[in-house]
């Protein structure tokens, strides 16, 4: 159907349409039924008449024929008596020569008989009638008066009518009959002429078993209009909703084609955009395929067949500036996927009208835009399934046409984004080969590729037109018999190629000559290979010109080796004399070593009873002078004087100063011979680190300096006191070697290592790079150039080191520069091991 038919069918109303044509169909049926019914009651009716009019015939013929023989004459019977209406017809009786009597009976008398006859063997009534009788039986009825008048009056020809007679219904029929020469005989003194209206005879036929019959038609009648009512309503309505379906088509149909339209154009726009990121390009189809099926969300994401696994790549507009949970390029295994996912395990279409009601659907996460219904198809590439792109919470469901859209143009964005790929790849290979090429003709040899049937040159290298002297052109010209002479007389391209075939490279030595006739040596590296089923050979020539000038020498060199390795040879031989003399004093040595390191031990063993002995004998005065000179300074046995109070601060401070020193030789002996306890606790660092600050803080302060600290409160498990000797050592140092500025303290915790780092910053002197490795050996006290010498022992830094790394299980690091500080950091973990 056209275009027109189909708008002229949209704007006819079909309901009012099925409406009339069901009320002409009834007319129709109904009309039809009753003229039907009418020419059956007729037909019925015109065979009443028609039984009775061929009773009239059959009973006017008896007449008639016996009005031609003027009556006939019967035996005298009790039946049939001498008829005394005819006393005046002469010779009414008469006798036979045998004797039998006879009687005279006239047409009128043998009609009533024949019908008296017929009546007692059938319901059907007959009689002659006249307007005259002379019979008395044969009076008119009111009925029959009248029809013989019509006769006589109007010149009808015959009447019939319906009337009920004892209690059935009968047709009556009355035809008249007229005076014949054969009836004057009886009927002339009546004043009767010829061809006047003698009577008539009148018939009644029942109709009951015509009625029955009319009935019979009458149901089949009815069956067949109502079956035909029936099949021409189911028709009319069966063709009204086929027709309104198929303007429901049309209209379908119609905005299919406007939709096929729109995709259309939406294609040719895909198709045409300008040069665009494959992001650019898929949120463009995206944004269509939402549109063009009535969505409101989208998304395309890519598969991997081999890992299983979802790289979310793209959403809609919509999503991203909603959605909370859109995350680009995040790796989401398929097993872990909900429902959005069943078109990549089914490899089918899925469309979810009801989201909702799903059994099998995971619960959205927080942030997630709700779903009221959702569509998704995998993207196929040949038989591999390679992304796959959904679209969600349409109005209306999703259907057929739907699945098509979705699938014809995200399949179609992927093939876009394939054959850019593919003429990426393309012009990289393309790139790559030129590349390649241009290696090739860079290359240090000539290489050839040459055809194994006649030896002639396929192509080669710009090194082979370098060597020989040739172009390219002239080159390809050329076979492998024009440039190699070194090729014995009997060679045969055929064999060789045989003995290729047989190993996978051959490796040779042969001469070339060059265009201008010049030769040279070359070194050939031959095999055979098989391309798209044919063979080539691949030929690589090495000038080795020079090479045999080397290997000349080497070989005059290598003479020369052997002469003096037999010399050196010689030589080693009295070496390993003289080995064995020196293995003899070396072993005299050791023995020497062994005697000395016993000696060591005691010596060692004297120098722990010396610290010892030092420990008590020394401690104990120094404490003494110590602890008189704080009660001297204190003033507890009278008022001193100013130089009294300074004479005794330098004994007190010198006082101090010694045994600092005498424990720290203590402490370094002990870490020395591993005889230094460790005594672990669980403490927080953060008091620690207060009172080591609060312990410098007021030298620090007659200095003029501040100490910052930025540190943690944690648990830590190590020895307190050793942790403690550090800081205050790395302080003292700090507060020692500052005279502007600050001291930083900083604590840092790594949770993955569970070490803490304690740095400490000062603004001081600082020392050259040269000189940290030597700042933590014993003894050692840098002074940086212009500085005046700074009091100390040069155990304090070496001490400190041994703790961090011996007891505390860490290090201790020092970055600084002369001018601007030191910085010195401790790494310790959080539990010891002890």
Known sequence: MSHNSDGLLKKIPVRRGGVLLFTLWTITIGASFAWNFWQENKAVLNQARSEAKGLFHKDETYRRWAALHGGVYVPVTDYTRPSPFLAHVSERDITTPSGRNLTLINPAYMTRQVLDMTHEHSKVYGRITSLQPIHAGNTPDAWEKKALQSFENNGDDEVSIIEVIEGERYMRFIRPFYVEDGCLRCHEQQGYKLDDVRGGISTAVPLDHYYALRQKHFISLSIWHLSLYLFG???????????????????????????????????????????????????????????????????????????????????????????????????????????????????????????????????????????????????????????????????????KGDEQQLALYMTRAWEII?????????????????????????????????????????????????????????????????????LPKDFSMEAYVKELRQTANHLMESVHKRKDGTTFPVELNIR????????????????????QVIQKKLQQHQRNLEKLVEERTATLAQQTVDLEKSQTALQHLVEDLNEANEKLKELDQLKSM????????????????????????????????????????????????????????????????????????????????????????????????????????????????????????????????????????????????????????????????????????????????????????????????????????????????????????????TRINT
Not at 236 to 250: D, H
Not at 664 to 690: H, M, N, R, Y
């Open 233 to 399: 309503v189911a028709v009319i309505v069966g063709s009204t909703r086929l027709l309104g379906t198929r303007i429901r088509e049309n209209e379908t149909i119609s905005k299919e084609l406007n939709l096929d339209r729109e995709r259309f154009r939406s294609l040719l726009a895909l198709a045409d955009l300008p040069a665009t990121t494959e992001e650019e390009l898929i949120h463009f189809a995206l944004d269509e395929t939402i549109r063009l099926t009535e969505s409101d969300v989208g998304y395309f994401h890519l598969y991997d067949e081999e890992t299983e696994t979802i790289r979310l790549f793209a959403w809609c507009q919509k999503v991203m500036a909603q959605c909370h949970m859109a995350e680009q390029n995040y790796l989401y295994p398929l097993a872990k996927a909900g429902v959005w996912a069943d078109c990549v395990r089914t490899g089918r279409p899925a469309i979810h009208n009801d989201y909702a009601a799903l059994p099998n659907k995971k619960e959205l996460p927080e942030g997630h835009l709700p779903i009221k219904r959702h569509m998704s198809t995998a993207i196929m590439d040949g038989k591999r399934i390679v992304a796959l792109s959904g679209v969600g919470n349409k109005e209306k469901p999703y259907n």
């Open 418 to 486: 394939r054959d850019k790929q593919s003429k990426d790849t393309i012009k990289e290979q393309e790139a790559g080969l030129r590349l390649f090429r241009n290696l090739i003709d860079q290359s240090y040899d000539a290489i050839f590729i040459i055809s194994p049937r006649e030896g002639r040159f396929l192509d080669v290298n710009g090194r082979a037109c370098e060597m020989l002297g040739y172009s390219r052109e002239e080159l390809l010209q050329l076979g492998v018999l024009d440039i190699d002479v070194g």
């Open 528 to 547: 055979l290979i098989v391309h798209e089923n044919t063979e080539y050979i691949i030929a690589a020539a090495r000038d080795i010109k020079e090479r």
């Open 610 to 829: 010396f610290i010892a002995s030092m420990s008590h004998e020394l401690r104990t005065p120094l404490n003494s002078v110590i602890g008189f000179s704080s009660i001297l300074l204190n003033q507890w046995q009278g008022p001193l004087n100013e130089e009294q109070e300074k004479n005794l601060a330098i004994i007190q401070r010198a006082g101090k100063h010694l045994l600092a020193l005498i424990n720290d030789v203590i402490d370094i002996s002990k870490i020395e011979a591993g005889a230094l306890p460790t005594e672990c606790e669980t403490f927080d660092l953060q008091p620690l680190i207060e009172e080591a600050v609060d312990t410098v803080r007021a030298e620090a302060e007659g200095k003029g300096l501040v100490i910052f600290q930025e540190t943690l409160s944690m648990e830590i498990h190590t020895d307190r006191r050793r942790l403690l000797q550090c800081l205050l050592n790395l302080l003292s140092n700090g507060v020692k070697f500052t005279d502007d500025g600050s001291i930083t303290v900083k604590v840092v915790f790594d949770d993955s290592s569970q070490f803490v780092t304690i740095i400490i910053t000062d603004t001081g002197i600082g020392i050259s790079r040269e000189d940290v490795p030597k700042l933590f050996q014993p003894f050692a006290r840098i002074a940086p150039p212009g500085s005046s010498i700074y009091p100390g022992t040069g155990l304090g830094l070496y001490l400190t080191k041994k703790l961090a790394m011996d007891i505390l299980q860490g290090d201790i690091l020092l970055e600084s520069s002369p001018g601007k500080g030191s910085i010195f950091t401790i790494r310790i973990p």
